[in-house]
């Protein structure tokens, strides 16, 4: 009898056990899971034979505890797109991945849980000038099961050493609404080309102005990375237009900081606003309507009084 | 009516008319003119503010953004050749950053995704396997539409059709029907995850959403009728997140 109640408390504490440990396991393989990371992109400027010593926000957005699996990779953009792989290391010379230093070692992140991750970047003092990129990846570990999911973000970094590089870059394909005639969103579309040796993130305006020359808008134009070589389609909206009506110049110039514009172009769109004018010939209608039932059921007389030097009386009809 | 001025009379005389046309033309006048004002009102106040003069602030915000996948682990109902099963990710993302971001897809070796010791599943339906266009996401890729019963092996497509999945997420941020076909239906395009281990853009969601953004990811299954019965398990699938 003794025996069969230990019996059964053994059991009880193993089913209680693996219950636990079966459900923990399912949360692993079923959860939501993820992380919410800062900074997101990292744009820096470090000097030959310098070092930048930064951290990382890594908080577990998911709902389980999870093992993260840190990684750098290099960052290969692919000619005349704005296409690029990731590689553990990109062939040749050394590259940003060399020089990132951050511990790899897979680490746990409960529920919620935020850890600060220290990384540091040595230049080497014979590094050429020119921009580096890479990734420092994290990842949710496997789960496994029949078709195994992970989550993996992480901050980009793109690097710049200062030195003896070209910035440039050239648009083409400029475009924009052809006719516009009503006040929605007015977006406009250009291909920029990195022609230069560093990472652009081509940033200025896009001024529009009437056929007179009166300034319309100034649309900001926001960075989006172009890795050397590379091409990208960056796109420009004015959210909220005048009512416009006439011919319009667009010029879009994109800059650098110390160069002023690097590249410019124009393009020219026309404009009729169809309610508003809808509207005016509606009014000019009832304008000439009135006149008319004014004319055809009114007689107006304007007459001059008597006064003593005038004995006569001048009307005049309209 | 007479008005009186200092030297001029004014006077307006009503010149008599049968009852019915006094009463036509100043309803009508006053019911167009409502019209008017009812649909054009709002337009004109707004253009006659126009002209009001503003200034602009301008400070940077630093980047971050949040990631999540909805499961660690998809698994597919049992399988017969011919009756293709599904399986849906779903991706949430909040970023500020100005650019948006972009997803992409990669597994973690370069052996098929789906085996059961040496047995394996196609990774490339159809023949597509999927590599990103390197044009802009209107082009298309190695994509194509399903043929039920004749297309075999594993397939995935991101949801283009608008629909929410939770948080005011969409399921179609950044999701090009050039890739992945104009509807969800018929004309839906599926391509093999890529036997590359290099991660491939799936959605380029390109601009600041504040509410999150998301897709919804589908893998779809078929076998041919010859295929090694059997428990498969694939190698990992991971999806990408990363600011633009």
Request: proline share 4%; glycine share 10%; hydrophobic share 40%.
């Amino acid at each position: 009898m003794k025996k069969n109640l230990i019996f059964l408390v053994f059991i009880l504490i193993f089913a209680i056990f693996t219950l636990a440990n079966g459900r923990e396991f399912f949360n692993v393989a079923f959860a939501n899971q993820g992380f919410t990371i800062f900074p997101a992109k990292l744009s820096i400027e470090v000097g030959k034979g310098s070092q930048y010593n930064g951290e990382i926000n890594l908080t577990n957005a998911g709902d389980s505890d999870i093992v993260v699996l840190p990684d750098v990779q290099d960052i290969l953009p692919t000619s005349g797109s704005s296409g690029f792989n990731y590689l553990p290391k990109a062939p040749g010379i050394t590259t940003l991945v060399d020089w990132v230093q951050i511990s790899k070692k897979p680490f746990a992140l409960g529920i919620n849980e935020t850890k600060k991750i220290p990384f540091t970047i040595k230049i080497p003092a014979d590094a050429s000038a020119g921009s580096r990129f890479a990734v420092i990846f994290f990842a949710t570990g496997a789960a496994g099961g029949q078709l195994s999911v992970s989550a993996r973000t992480g901050t980009v970094v793109l690097l710049t050493i200062p030195g003896d590089f070209k910035q440039t870059g050239e648009i083409t394909n400029f475009r924009g609404p052809g006719f516009v005639r009503d006040r929605n969103p007015i977006a406009f579309k250009f291909d920029f080309n990195n022609t230069g040796t560093v990472y652009f993130e081509p940033k200025g305006t896009i001024e529009v102005t009437s056929i007179f020359g009166k300034k319309m808008a100034n649309i900001e134009v926001a960075g989006n990375v172009v890795l050397p070589t590379g091409m990208r389609t960056i796109e420009a909206v004015w959210p909220k237009p005048l009512w416009l009506l006439g011919i319009y110049k667009a010029h879009l110039a994109i800059n650098v900081t110390g160069k002023g514009d690097i590249a410019t172009k124009n393009l020219t769109f026309y404009a009729l606003p169809l309610y508003p004018s809808l509207g005016a010939l509606g009014i000019v209608i009832v304008l000439i309507m009135i006149a008319f039932y004014v004319k055809k059921n009114f007689k107006f007389t304007i007459a001059k009084k008597k006064s003593k030097s005038t004995s006569g009386q001048k009307d005049k009809s309209l | 009516m007479k008005v009186d001025f200092k030297k001029f009379v004014v006077k307006f005389d009503k010149v008599s008319k049968p009852e019915r046309e006094e009463k036509f033309w100043p309803v009508f006048m006053v019911s167009l003119a409502l019209f008017l004002m009812v649909s054009f009102g709002s337009d004109f106040i707004d253009f006659a503010r126009a002209a009001t003069s503003s200034v602009a602030l301008s400070v940077t915000v630093s980047s971050t953004l949040s990631f999540s996948v909805d499961s660690g682990s998809k698994g597919f109902a049992a399988l017969t050749a011919g009756t293709p099963q599904q399986a849906t990710s779903m991706l949430y993302v909040t970023t500020n950053n100005a650019t948006g971001y972009y997803t992409s897809i990669n597994r973690a070796s370069t052996t098929v995704t789906l085996s059961s010791g040496s047995e394996t599943i196609s990774d490339a339906p159809s023949g597509y396997n999927w590599t990103a266009p390197t044009a802009t996401s209107t082009a298309t890729g190695p994509s194509a539409t399903w043929t039920y019963g004749t297309t075999k092996g594993l397939g995935f497509r991101v949801v283009v059709s608008a629909s929410d999945i939770g948080s005011g997420a969409s399921t179609t941020c950044g999701a090009a029907t050039g890739w992945w076909g104009a509807t969800d239906d018929g004309a839906a395009k599926f391509s093999g995850v890529s036997t590359s281990t290099s991660a491939q853009k799936i959605a380029d969601c390109n601009f600041y959403n504040s509410g999150g953004t998301g897709q919804a990811v589908v893998f779809r299954l078929d076998v041919p009728v010859n295929q090694a019965g059997g428990t498969y398990t694939s190698s990992p699938i991971t999806y990408t997140v990363l600011a633009n």
